[in-house]
């Protein structure tokens, strides 16, 4: 899996070609915010779907403006899935800090000796909570996102995005549990890599075109898990059946 996801962005006779198109994209948004990345997002789209299509390349930058409104759909799936989340979690957070930190904090100084190391304390544990509950929801948020995006990537349709039984049937999948942390263990061995190349200028500028070439091997591994579950059923190891999967590598 992580193999043919690290070869796929390095295959076609244009795969440099592609790969300075990508990264000088993701570069260029330094300077113009967004809207390179849009085309950009746009490409992930089309990678996704030409996987699940079983195309073995990826594809060729054209049609630009298809591709900056794929983008836009795309981070707007994104957006929606991640935004109504975060504000209720905001509220949460900012009534539980006032709980835990600011007003037990304020009878403990009032209580003084002991009521104060109490109520330090419980807003300190207070606090804990809180970040580990932020923590295991935004992980749950983005566990589910890219099911969302590669099942509107296939059906071309954003209304797929929110189709709630796919996206369930998909993401409670053991196939994509691993493509989840496969791609999971790719985007940390992409983060340990940018902090290295950003020691230097050199590094940095190399930066945009390798955060390209993660997105392409990122989103083939979500395709291939589309493709497996979609293909296979629910209740069939691609293990011990490969079955269209196997086409693909």
Known sequence: MIGD?????????NWLE??????????????????PQLVVLGHAKRVAAGTVAGERVPPEFGDWEGLF?????????TLVYTIVPTI?????GFVAWFLFIVLFGAVGAAGGGKAAGVFGLLGT???????????LAFTAIYYFVPAALVHFSVEDD???AFDVSTVK????????????????????????????????????????FLQFFVQMAVFRI????????????????PVATPGAAADRY
């Open 69 to 77: 409104f794929d983008g836009l759909l795309f981070y707007a799936v």
């Open 88 to 92: 209720l979690l905001s509220v949460v």
């Open 125 to 135: 544990l207070g606090f804990v909570v809180l970040f580990g509950v932020f923590t």
């Open 169 to 208: 049937r998909l993401s409670f999948d053991g196939r994509y549990f691993r493509a989840w942390l496969a791609a999971f263990g790719i985007g940390i061995g992409a983060s340990v890599a940018t902090t290295i190349l950003a020691v230097t200028i050199v590094g940095l500028l190399a930066v945009p």
């Open 222 to 237: 979500f395709g291939d898990a589309y493709a497996d579950v979609m293909d296979a059923g629910p209740g069939t190891d």
């Open 158 to 160: 954003i209304g797929a």
């Open 5 to 13: 996801a690290l070869e796929y962005p390095r295959r076609g006779e």
């Open 18 to 35: 592609r790969l300075g198109i990508g990264g000088g994209l993701l570069f260029l948004s330094f300077i113009i915010p967004l809207l």
